[in-house]
């Protein structure tokens, strides 16, 4: 499993496109800093991802309420489960 770090709304679309092909089943996406923006104004792209690619989604809570959102998709994290996500993860991409 593989998990992929978002912290952008938005990448240049060869840059969007690059990271979600390269998800492969039962990867894992972490919204952080910007990118759990992404739950509102990419909410159906998001979802597609998730059923089309069998991957899971989590969020950063402490950055959810930074920017007062209550995601209705994803998974929150603690900065802690954070941390142990990462070191459990095969490989680590931040994008």
């Given amino acids: 499993m593989q998990l992929h770090q ?3 709304l938005d990448y ?3 840059l969007e496109t690059t990271w979600q092909n ?3 089943s039962g990867d894992q996406i972490l919204l952080i800093e910007a990118g759990i923006l992404r739950i509102i ?3 159906d792209a998001m979802q597609k991802l998730i059923a089309e690619k ?3 989604l989590y969020y950063l809570q402490s950055d959810a ?3 007062g959102l209550s995601p209705n ?3 929150a994290l603690s900065d802690e489960k954070w941390v142990e996500l990462t070191f459990a993860a095969k490989a680590n991409i931040s994008w």
């Fill in 65 to 67: 309420t930074a920017y």
């Fill in 54 to 56: 069998n991957i899971t």
């Fill in 12 to 14: 240049p679309a060869t």
């Fill in 41 to 43: 104004q990419h909410a």
């Fill in 6 to 8: 978002i912290n952008q």
């Fill in 22 to 24: 390269s998800l492969q």
């Fill in 73 to 75: 998709l994803g998974t």
